[in-house]
């Protein structure tokens, strides 16, 4: 009792929880791969508007697999949140490192050319995302995700392909392909760590 | 025989400590639900270590004081029974946290 009660640490162990089942890694990456295919074969409008699922969607999952195992939980609105801070904070330096490319590799003068070095400009805006999220809540795998999404837009971005959207295609098939991969490890090993409650041991009686 | 009856009003702040905050599965329960909106049973269980029966006795203290709100509810047939912090609870928590904090520094210093 004589030590501080850290309600951050309280928090972010809640917080923690809430992700510790994969579903919003296997959903953003299912995301991002049918985006990236959808770029790859010329046609990407149907799958963006596949994002008003997103929200229902995970939290069926939740209710499914997640809630029964560790209990649910609502979250507090309205307190100051790191995450957007980081989202924008990503998305600016994103516009920067992209102009900045633009300009150093001269592409202003060949506007076509632009298409090729989106992915660094997504790469940013997502391992901010996931840097974000990392610190947050605590879990490594995330870390792993900004690692690899900030490797993933150079790394695509430099290859000479063949089709304007190749580039950007390959980056989110790529990037969503990890994504879901490792939502899919984290969702198993949950499913092990968090067994359901037996028969008989529900909720408090009356 | 209160500190205060004893001439001891130096430790009037530590007999002011709230009981009912003060005791470690409460303290669990209140630390839980001040950083959330809310939260069902099973998650209190799983955050506190506590079995159910001293949890279910400890709610109903927190209850019966007006510290948490406790709805029972069903889910796709299933019940769920969901605690809230009230904003005296919140309050309560709030002043214990200062308590304690100014307690424990007069105690070390």
Redesign the interface.
Known sequence: ??E??D?ER??R??FR?YFQDGLVDMLFGAYFLLIGLGLLGGSVAPFVVLIVFFAPLLRRLK?RFT??R????????GDPQALPWFVLGSVVLGLVALVAVLIATSVIAQPDHWYRWMPIFFSICLAGIFLGLALRVGLVRYYVDAGVALAGGPTFALLLLPGKLANIGLFFAAVGAVFLASGVFAFVRFLREYPL?TEG????A? | MSPTEMGNTDLQPIADIDRLVHEPARLMILAVLYVVESADFTFLLRQTGLTRGNLSSHMTKLEDAGYIEVKKEFVDKIPRTLLHLTDKGRQAFQAYRKDMLQVLEDVAS
């Open positions: 009792m004589a501080r009660i309600l309280i928090e162990n809640v929880d209710a809630y029964p560790t209990g649910y939980v609502e979250f507090r609105q409650p041991a529900g909720d408090v009356d």
